[in-house]
């Protein structure tokens, strides 16, 4: 009894460090334990709630692991066909242009099937925020080589590791688009630690503002592991990131506003 | 408001024509033989009037994606194209459907396969009206004989489109597109202000969460959504079912075509009864749903139907499956993109079919 009295006592709004925002759903998120995605997910559900956002919000979800992710956070949604969620995204912001649209999406996605959609939304400067997820892998299906899968990776369609010359080089998409004018804020970021998380919510929280004022395409690239497809463990895939992912995929801003780098 | 009369190409009237059905979104790409649509929407640059958005998208796929992201948000959005580009279009018309979106789609068919040819033909007719796409779902197909139905399928195809949640189809052809005729227009309709309460515009605290998807992971529950669409489907059969019939009441001989081979048909009608020839036509205005209650009434009466397509011979199917055996079901048509004449209905009919 004694026990009981000390948790309720320390169950006290006060104490309360960490919740559940008010944006994710109570749906269980389908994704392997240590993925990527559940973080992102909830970066994008706490922009959207503390933006104010929710009853302005039309999400584009894609084809891959995060094919679902209509179930996870209470806004409404549009299930995009493989790669064409920019096209998609591009209609909704035209008919209702003070709506916040964004896409989320991963490399096979965006960076394959989907990348003329996506370069010329980027293009166009089609005022959406993009969300790319980049593991390097396609995930839902089993683990192939990606348009991002890195030299020498080893998925179920490389399994002796990319071979380049045979199977083409890895696609940096993010610094395409960066080089495209319609394209107003490009930046590659990764959720892997807390300091990490907090760069890509201020990442998320301008892409909002910069919608808001109707400065073009945003772009948000998110480097993240795969700890299934990459058959490692959770701690491992997020090191093997770093020293394998991060000399090729370098985070940080690629392409920043002229009247922000000019002061 | 009073109705306009303009000499109109085909391609033209669909385009002013959903400026004035109050469309808010055209996406198209250009791809002969109607690309005047896209031109004509540029050129009238309706975003400054009616607030019609226009836009010419990377690709058919682009097209068809943004109408359906524009259909989802509950607006009245279209897209044209001819064949090459509509198979194209395939992926997305088949995900519009899944999604139970209205939207209009418009096929200036070519002939074909493969990049064929750009002159008319009617080598489209399975791919509209049995799917097209993968999955099992049907469009509500129009087929225009005329300019002035090209104009009026417009708003006809939104009308059912939305009434049903369906996607629905002009099958036209290169030579409806192509060709000019006076039309009638009706006056500029204002664009709709209502929200359909399944759209996706942003959700508000009183109600929950629109999601607009194809997907259902559960077999048992795709196969009840499934069961759904075929209610769907019976009720438009029961409901929506056009056709016009010409001198069919003491016709021994029956044409049965559409779109431009209904045009040149009912020449043949005159030619062929001129010629002491009982001979009439039935006409499908809507291809699905089919007409095959009235044609199986119509076999009852008549010797030989034959159905005259710009085609292999496509529709014919449905003719044979309409009459169910009853009466012989004979095809004529030219194809690679020629367009039939009537002095050769009339002659085939003779030849191949009273003298054969």
Request: hydrophobic letters at 40%.
């Amino acid at each position: 009894m004694a026990e009981a009295t000390g948790i309720k006592d320390i169950l006290k709004p006060e104490n309360l460090v960490y919740n559940k925002t008010k944006i994710m759903t109570d749906n269980v998120l389908s994704y392997c334990p240590g993925c990527g995605h559940g973080t992102a997910h909830r970066i994008l559900a706490e922009i959207i709630g503390e933006e104010g956002l929710q009853s302005q919000t039309i999400g584009v979800s894609p084809v891959g692991c995060s094919v679902l992710l209509y179930n996870y956070l209470d806004i409404d949604w549009q299930e995009a066909a493989h790669g064409r969620a920019p096209a998609v995204a591009t209609a909704i912001k035209r008919l209702l242009p003070d709506k916040f649209v964004f896409t989320y999406q991963g490399d096979g996605d965006l960076a394959a099937i989907g990348t003329a959609e996506t370069i010329h939304s980027c293009n166009r400067g089609e005022n959406i925020l993009i969300i790319f997820i980049n593991n390097g892998i396609y995930g839902m299906t089993g683990g192939q080589m990606a348009p991002t899968t890195i030299s020498g990776m080893k998925t179920s369609t490389s399994p002796y590791g990319r071979d380049v010359k045979l199977m083409g080089n890895p696609l940096k998409i993010t610094d395409i688009v960066a080089t495209l004018p319609g394209t107003y804020y490009v930046t590659r970021q990764s959720v892997h630690t807390p300091a990490n998380v907090r760069k890509t919510k201020k990442a998320m929280r301008k892409a909002v503002q910069y919608q808001k004022l109707n400065k073009g395409t945003c772009f948000i690239e998110i480097v993240s592991n795969c700890p299934s497809g990459w058959k490692m463990t959770p701690v491992l895939s997020n090191k093997w990131m770093e020293e394998n992912m991060f000399p090729f995929y370098p985070l940080g801003d690629i392409k920043v506003p002229e009247e922000k780098s000019a002061q | 408001m009073e109705k306009e009369l303009r000499l109109m190409k085909g391609n033209e009237a669909v385009a002013e024509a959903a400026i004035r059905a109050g469309a808010d979104g055209y996406f198209g790409y250009p791809i002969t033989p109607q690309s005047e649509i896209l031109e004509y929407l540029m050129e009238a640059s309706p975003w400054k009037t009616t607030g019609m958005v226009v836009l010419q998208a990377e690709s058919e796929i682009a097209a068809i994606n943004m109408v359906y992201g524009g259909a989802a948000c509950g607006k009245k959005v279209l897209t044209t194209s001819s064949s090459p580009g509509i198979s194209l279009k395939q992926e997305g018309i088949t995900y519009i459907a899944g999604a139970e979106l209205p939207c209009l789609i418009v096929n200036v068919v070519r002939g074909g396969p493969g990049l064929g040819t750009i002159q008319p033909a009617q080598s489209d007719y399975f791919q509209a009206v049995k799917g097209g796409g993968h999955g099992d779902y049907h469009l509500i197909v129009l087929a225009p004989a005329s300019v002035q139905e090209m104009a009026d399928f417009v708003g006809l195809g939104f009308d059912l489109a939305f009434k049903y949640r369906n996607p629905a189809m002009i099958l036209s052809d290169g030579a409806i597109g192509q060709m000019m005729e006076k039309v009638w227009l009706s006056p500029q309709q204002e664009r709709s202000k209502s929200v359909p309460a399944w759209a996706t515009t942003g959700k508000p605290s009183t109600r929950k969460r629109n999601i607009i998807t194809s997907l259902d992971l559960d077999p048992n529950a795709q196969e009840v959504f499934n069961q759904k669409l075929i209610a769907k489907y019976n009720e438009i059969k029961e409901k929506e079912v056009r056709y016009e019939e010409l001198r069919c009441d003491d016709a021994e001989y029956l044409f049965v075509a559409y779109g431009t081979s209904a045009r040149v048909c009912m020449k043949s009608v005159q030619l062929a009864r001129a010629q002491g020839i009982k001979v009439g036509l039935l006409r499908p205005i809507t291809l699905y749903p089919y007409p095959s209650k009235r044609l199986n009434q119509l076999a009852d009466r008549v010797k030989v139907m034959i159905s005259v397509e710009m085609s292999a011979g496509q529709m014919i199917e449905d003719v044979l499956l309409s009459v169910n055996g009853k009466v012989p079901v004979h095809h004529f048509g030219r194809m690679g993109g020629i367009v039939t004449n009537p002095e050769e209905v009339v002659e085939n009919l003779k030849s191949k079919i009273i003298g054969g």
